[in-house]
């Protein structure tokens, strides 16, 4: 029996209605400067939102839908995405470890990732509880961070709890990554069309 879960899914995007649009939304009309946890890159966090966009309706409704689902699997009550921004990091670049304050579900969309640009991590939550521990031998019950396989166009979702970073990015090329975060949201606040989209005819009443 493996106890307490932490589920981390993952979404192939790659087909999905307006994704070449969106991306050429962002290259060609984003807005960004440095910040702290994009070492050595650039990030739109606190500024411009590339999911507020009506270019980007989309897409949106797909991240949406897929946050719908990931909700559903864990048992939440139903989440909104309530924010996004993205990151460019190029050669040298990482993001620092970190977690997603005021948030539910956290997600990462990958826009561009080139061969060897670093791989998304996670941290466990367990770590600062084992102090006694001793370990001899590699297993799933004492693994204290974990690397993600990620792809380009796949969104990935995960608890905001979760600490998680990126590696540095060896590649000569830029990664962009795309991530947005929710809030616990009953469905009939929301503007009943953008109800029926993500949630489906009969939930907008």
């Known amino acids: 029996m493996d106890l307490f879960p932490v ?27 440095v910040h702290s946890l994009a070492v050595g890159g650039v990030s739109s966090h606190g500024g411009w939102d590339p999911l507020r966009d009506p270019k980007s309706e989309p897409i949106l409704i797909a991240f949406q839908q897929c946050v719908n689902h990931y909700a559903d699997k864990v048992g939440n009550f139903p989440c909104v995405i309530s924010g996004s921004w ?32 670093g791989n998304f991590y996670m941290v466990s939550p367990l770590q600062p509880y084992m102090m006694c521990v001793h370990n001899i031998k590699d297993a ?36 962009w990554t795309v991530s947005f975060n929710t809030s616990s949201c009953d469905p009939k606040t929301l503007p009943s069309d953008f109800v029926e989209k993500v949630w489906g005819k ?3 009443d």
């Open 140 to 175: 799933p019950y004492n693994e204290y961070q974990h690397e993600a396989p990620i792809k380009e166009d796949h969104l990935y979702l995960f608890p905001s709890w979760l600490e998680h970073g990126s590696r540095i990015n060896m590649s000569g090329e830029e990664r």
């Open 202 to 204: 009969g939930h907008e």
């Open 86 to 117: 993205y990151n460019i990091l190029p050669h040298g670049g990482f993001t620092e470890r970190h977690r997603h304050e005021s948030s539910v579900i956290s997600g990462a969309f990958y826009i561009d990732l080139p061969d060897k640009s």
């Open 7 to 33: 589920l981390f899914e993952e979404y192939d995007l790659s087909g999905a209605p307006g994704l070449a649009e969106f991306k050429e939304h962002i290259k060609s009309s984003g807005k960004h400067d």
